[in-house]
């Protein structure tokens, strides 16, 4: 409903010419919602909103083996260590390390809470006790010397240490920094981080209010973003990622970090706040200007990225996102799926899109930028820059084209190039999804996570399954059949009560799905093929795990050798 065609007074030539930056409600549409209200049904009858999933399976404590610990909430960051067959886990106030082929078994654990006097000086900042002032373990990443960094909440108060596993015990060195730009003071604030060759690369708000979010790399070469609403407006931080760019690279190009977020849009002409869905991403070599952008990323470019629901007309938003390459493809070939909800309450349609890197990486690259233009005395409209572009590229790594001109490291970039990407970091295209259209969409539970595994079916065909985790606890498994028919095999309740699946991990290792939510861990089989039970129905579930295996007469999952 909130969709509705927002230009009833517009010509329809008109609609389509503006459609890209004019508020998409108007008015007019609240006025005329009830009148076209049959109109949108008519829309989403038959579509494949509706889709059910061949099988819904409820709670069974069978289905999946769980890990919680009594008192113990929050299980929302999760570390593979298949060197270590471990997953660590981190919760509220203690990281686990869990037997990665059965989480059941703990390894080992520690306890990170907060002392007395942080909780009273967090509670006279005006913060809740139960909930704010606990220790929420936010950042869990591995370091090349094989050590982990853990960063945590801390009584709105972040702060970071280094964990080692030896002798079968996770052990927190106490060797404390500073969390601040690094993991939330808020447990409730959504934040995004990644390591890489032992850099932290994190996008989350640096202080205690929340009000100055960051996408930084802490030291030694510490770097982040301006303070300023044209580079980040009350984001939502959603994920990262990082694509090795500089390899066989023609022009000498850098690898990049990629983050995943939403926020108030700038481009838009609306009375109201819109948000935004966006992918920006920063060069890995980048340490600043020499004076204009000092310590500050001059290679931060950001687009909006786009997941069109047909009838809808306000942005959909972006929960999570999830890098899938193919190891023996280039890194162009790689792509992210990213699950969405909508802007206002009144729909319950999520939905899934997948994004070409070649195509993000274009838009960067080859993109016209937008430029804030005055129009009036104090409203600004973000517009087309149509002026020239300085040279190098604003926004670009160092390449080999800068090389050719004498610069070799951001702190030599000239200022025209610097202040042109302090101010004007928003490309002017919009990243579209592949075939301009969600590979999923559907209505009921929000999506929350998204994985992605590639498998080899009977056919001989490789189909990218897709699990899906909810805001209700349950598994979506789903693909699109050779025929484009998209097909969700099953929808499976993870926990015994509907819980938001917080975060969602495969390990290729064991072949295991790992889910996380406030009130445990759980751990599933990607395949299942049991469920079915007789062979019509192994085989209409056209799950590209499973076989019928007529000398057992069950249904299997077709690991390797038995296909
Ligand atoms: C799981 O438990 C249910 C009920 O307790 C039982 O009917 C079902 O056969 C079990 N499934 C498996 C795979 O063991
Ligand atoms: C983890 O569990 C598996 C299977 O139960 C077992 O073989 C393995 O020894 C366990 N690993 C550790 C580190 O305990
Ligand atoms: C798992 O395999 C996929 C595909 O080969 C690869 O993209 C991914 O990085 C691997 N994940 C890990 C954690 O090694
Ligand atoms: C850039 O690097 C090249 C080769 O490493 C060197 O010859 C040149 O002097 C450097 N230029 C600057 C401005 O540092």
Redesign the pocket.
């Known amino acids: 409903m909130d969709a509705l065609l927002s230009g009833a007074s517009e010509g329809a030539s008109a609609l389509q010419t503006s459609s890209r930056h004019r508020c998409p409600l108007l008015s007019l549409s609240l006025v005329f919602g009830l009148l076209l209200l049959p109109v949108a049904l008519m829309l989403v009858e038959d579509s494949p909103l509706e889709s059910v999933p061949h099988r819904s399976v409820s709670y069974q404590s069978n289905n999946t083996l769980l890990f919680r610990e009594e008192g113990v909430f929050d299980y929302s960051s999760m570390l593979l260590r298949e060197d270590l ?1 471990l997953l660590v886990v981190g919760a509220r106030g203690e990281v686990f390390a869990l ?1 990665l ?2 989480v059941t ?1 703990k ?1 080992s654990s520690a306890k990170w809470e907060v002392s007395k006097q942080q909780v009273s000086e967090c509670k006279r900042k005006g913060k809740n006790e139960e909930t704010d002032c606990k220790n929420y373990i936010r950042v869990l990443h591995k370091r090349e010397d094989g050590r982990m960094y853990v960063c945590g909440t801390n009584a709105f108060d972040p702060e970071c240490d280094y964990m080692s596993f030896s002798d079968g015990k996770l052990n927190l060195e106490k060797k404390v920094e500073d969390g601040k730009g690094k993991c939330p003071f808020d447990p409730f604030q959504r934040h995004a981080s990644i390591m890489i060759e032992n850099d932290l690369y994190s996008a989350t708000s640096m202080n205690f209010l929340g009000s100055e979010p960051v996408l930084m790399r802490s030291a030694p070469s510490s770097i982040r973003t301006e303070i300023k609403s044209s580079w980040l407006y009350d984001p939502n931080f959603v994920s990262m990622a990082w694509m090795p760019e500089s390899e066989q690279s023609e022009d000498g190009d850098d690898d990049k970090v990629y983050l995943f977020f939403s926020e108030t849009a700038v481009e838009y002409d609306c009375y109201r706040k819109l948000v935004v869905s966006r992918v920006a991403r920063v060069c890995k070599g980048d340490l600043g200007g020499e004076r204009t952008l000092q310590k500050r990323w001059t290679s931060f470019l950001k687009a909006r990225l786009d997941c069109p629901i047909p009838g809808y007309r306000l942005p959909f938003i972006i929960q999570d996102s999830y890098r899938w390459c193919d190891s023996s493809r280039h890194w162009k070939d790689c792509i992210f799926y990213a699950v969405f909800t909508p802007q206002s309450e009144i729909s319950d349609i999520s939905a899934v899109c997948a994004y070409r890197m070649s195509d993000i990486s274009k838009v960067f690259s080859e993109g016209k930028y937008k430029t804030p233009a005055s129009v009036e005395t104090s409203f600004i409209k973000w517009v087309i820059f149509s002026g020239e572009v300085p040279v190098p590229r604003p926004g670009a790594c160092i390449n080999n084209e800068a090389r050719k001109m004498g610069i070799n490291q951001t702190l030599q970039l000239p200022d025209r190039t610097l202040q042109f990407i302090r101010d004007k970091p928003l490309m002017d295209q919009a990243i579209e999804p592949i075939e301009g259209v969600p590979v999923l969409s559907r209505r009921g539970a929000k999506f929350t996570q998204i994985i992605v595994n590639q498998v080899q079916a009977l056919d001989g065909e490789k189909y990218n399954v897709m699990f899906i985790g909810t805001d209700q606890g349950t598994l979506l498994k789903a693909f699109r059949y050779s025929d484009g028919e998209m097909i969700i095999i099953e929808e499976v309740q993870l926990f015994s009560s509907p819980q938001p699946v917080k975060i969602l991990q495969f390990s290729n290792k064991t072949g295991q799905i790992y889910a996380g939510s406030d009130v445990g861990v759980v751990q599933i089989s990607p395949a299942n093929c049991e469920r079915s039970s007789t062979c019509k129905d192994c085989v209409s579930a056209r799950d590209p795990y499973c076989g019928w295996d007529s000398n057992k007469g069950k249904c299997v999952s077709l690991s390797g050798s038995q296909r």
Do not use: H
């Open positions: 067959d037997n082929t059965d078994k390894i």
